[in-house]
């Protein structure tokens, strides 16, 4: 593991250390407080997985898969089943192999989420990243109802050297992104980027606005690969699942970037979404620093979940 990759990784582990001790404590005394496996034991799981927030149908779905394969593989010892629930918790998170084709193709990633999760940021350290990689990135502002979000993404741009089209507070979003494609046509940028309003409070107006930026998007720049990520706040838990939800009505969603894992985050809430939404988990934020977004590994998440 890189130097990068291992700071990385810590800072992971550090962040899910609350729920890592609930979890991994809990599932130490069923493993080995249950002489068998009945139904006791699995009340039991399912009441520490549920504490997690995992939530209550992703919980019952991997307690119910568990109890097929104790069945089909003949299980008696309660040991046995911890690390058939570590992997099949790994393999529900799996992100499949196209997850991150949008970066190699000439795609729009149109950035979306409520105020204060860390969008904005999310955008500028996705911006650094692809530039470091050797892409050619356009940023559009177009969340101009905030008056802050355009000057963050500008020193972004700037600190990354990448390009940025934005317009005056107030202005309208799809002139904006309009002005935006151009731009990436005219550079022949390889990725074009775009923050959008986070207001919830009126959701018809969000809806309306995201709808005809997508509008936008296949008119003017079609044949592009679309990408619609959805920036979510860790330590929000359940509440996550329900803004996810929310915009999901306004637009098709293709991922999710989940912010503040290095706060006290509920790490549970990641097989949560990918489990209740359908939507993969594919960058994770453990802080302030660029390096601290990261492409999701379901395999480094679990083991920073599960290992003490």
């Known amino acids: 593991m890189s130097e990068e990759k291992k700071g990385f990784f810590g800072k ?3 962040g899910l250390t609350k729920t890592r001790n609930s979890i991994v404590s809990g ?3 069923i493993f080995s407080g249950f002489s068998h496996i009945d139904d006791d034991f699995y009340e039991e799981l399912e009441e520490i997985l549920i504490m997690s927030d995992i939530g209550v149908n992703t919980t019952m779905e991997i307690i119910e898969k568990l ?9 008696k010892e309660p040991e046995d089943c911890k690390e058939l629930l570590i992997k099949n918790i790994e393999e529900q998170m799996d992100l499949g192999e196209n997850a991150y084709d949008f970066e190699n193709e000439k795609s729009v990633v149109m ?3 409520v105020n204060g999760v860390g969008k904005t940021t999310s955008i500028g350290k996705l911006a650094a ?3 470091g990689n050797g892409k050619k990135v356009v940023m559009a502002a177009a969340d101009t109802f905030r008056a802050a979000a355009a000057d963050q993404l500008k020193e972004w741009a700037r600190r990354s050297n990448v390009d940025i089209v934005a317009g005056n507070e107030g202005s309208d979003p799809g002139a904006v992104l309009f002005d935006a494609i151009a731009s ?8 074009l980027l775009c923050d959008t309003a986070g207001r919830l409070h009126n959701k018809k107006n969000l809806m309306e606005e995201l709808k005809k930026l997508d509008r936008i998007i296949e008119k003017e720049y079609s044949g592009c690969i679309r990408e619609n990520l959805i920036v979510l706040d860790a330590t929000t838990g359940q509440n996550a699942l ?3 939800k929310t915009f999901m009505e306004a637009t098709d969603i293709t991922g999710v970037v989940l912010t503040k894992m290095d706060g006290t985050a509920k790490g549970g809430i990641a097989i949560a979404i990918q489990a209740e939404l359908g939507i993969p988990v594919k960058y994770i934020g ?4 660029i390096d601290d977004l990261q492409k999701f590994n379901s395999h480094d998440f679990v083991s920073a979940l599960f290992t003490k």
Do not use: P, R, T
């Open 12 to 14: 992971l582990v550090s």
């Open 27 to 29: 599932l130490d005394s």
């Open 67 to 75: 109890k097929e394969q104790v069945k089909e593989l003949k299980i």
């Open 111 to 113: 950035v979306i989420g």
């Open 129 to 131: 990243q692809l530039k």
């Open 184 to 191: 990436a046509k005219n550079k022949n940028a390889d990725v």
């Open 242 to 244: 329900v803004q996810a």
């Open 286 to 289: 453990v802080g302030e620093g």
